[in-house]
């Protein structure tokens, strides 16, 4: 299961849309989750819009949330993700199994046997995340509290019993031509992510498209730049219901 987590205030202002590119992270089976640290103010309006629309085309969920609150947030995000990624993929079979549309139209008998089998995907499905850092000008008074929340997010992900693999991009760049740079390649040593921003450099630009791109690229390819970051794994999760609703 793949996941990015954008982290952002919106308003991107370089590039190709956010929209557009979340709509193709979708198509290569990515979801596209977005936490926004918007400001006040008509600014902060534009992007609570950008960042709603951005998570709508990546089929994933965007929330709102205050410095206090983002780790909760983040960690909510990522969880309810999974389980909804889970279900469509269960009322998916079950449709072509039974012709039933969702979990709900099941027998109590068999509708309680796939809960179960829900459940335990939830917590033992591999899980894929990229985390995608906005670090443009506007984001530099909020890092200190994102760091924060990565870090309870780490010790979340490293409590579940299936695998789970974080990478970590920011942008913009150095340079200009630098859409998004790759702090961390694939990794299960949740631990080694807490020095990331540390050297995590703050700057202009807001180039969101272009570095959802990047991180597109990163998955299909495993390789940032002609460099390997780690094997491509693939996990299907076809048939996993024949045995419990048959």
């Known amino acids: 299961m793949k996941q990015i987590l954008l982290i952002t205030d919106g308003c991107s202002n370089v590039g190709q849309s956010p929209v557009m590119t979340a709509s193709l992270a979708r198509q290569e ?3 596209v989750n977005v936490i926004g640290i918007v400001d006040y103010g ?8 950008e960042i709603r629309e951005i998570a709508k085309a990546g089929g994933g969920m965007s929330r709102i949330s205050g410095t206090e609150q983002l780790a909760q ?7 309810k993700t999974v389980v909804q990624t889970i279900q469509q993929a269960v009322n998916r079979e079950l449709k072509q ?6 979990v709900e139209d099941l027998p109590p008998d068999k509708r309680s046997e796939v809960v179960e089998v829900m459940d335990e995907l939830t917590e033992t499905t591999p899980l894929d995340i990229v985390l995608l850092i906005d670090a443009s000008a506007s984001m530099k008074p909020k890092l200190a509290a994102v760091e924060e929340a990565i870090r309870d997010l780490m010790i979340s992900l490293g409590a579940r019993e299936g695998r789970s693999r974080v990478a970590v991009f920011h942008f913009p760049g ?12 694939w990794t299960e040593d949740l631990s080694g992510l807490r ?13 969101t498209g272009p570095a959802i791109l990047k991180v597109i690229d990163f998955f299909r390819y495993g390789t940032i730049n002609g460099n390997q970051t780690g094997p491509e794994e693939r996990d299907e999760r076809e048939g996993m219901l024949g045995d419990y609703v048959v």
């Open 29 to 31: 089976g990515i979801t």
């Open 42 to 49: 008509t600014i902060g309006e534009l992007g609570s819009l």
């Open 73 to 79: 947030t983040m960690q909510m995000v990522t969880r």
């Open 97 to 102: 199994i039974l012709g039933k549309t969702s």
């Open 174 to 185: 150095r340079h200009g031509g630098e859409e998004a740079v790759l702090d961390q390649v």
């Open 195 to 207: 020095s990331l921003f540390q050297r995590l450099p703050v700057r202009g630009a807001t180039p």
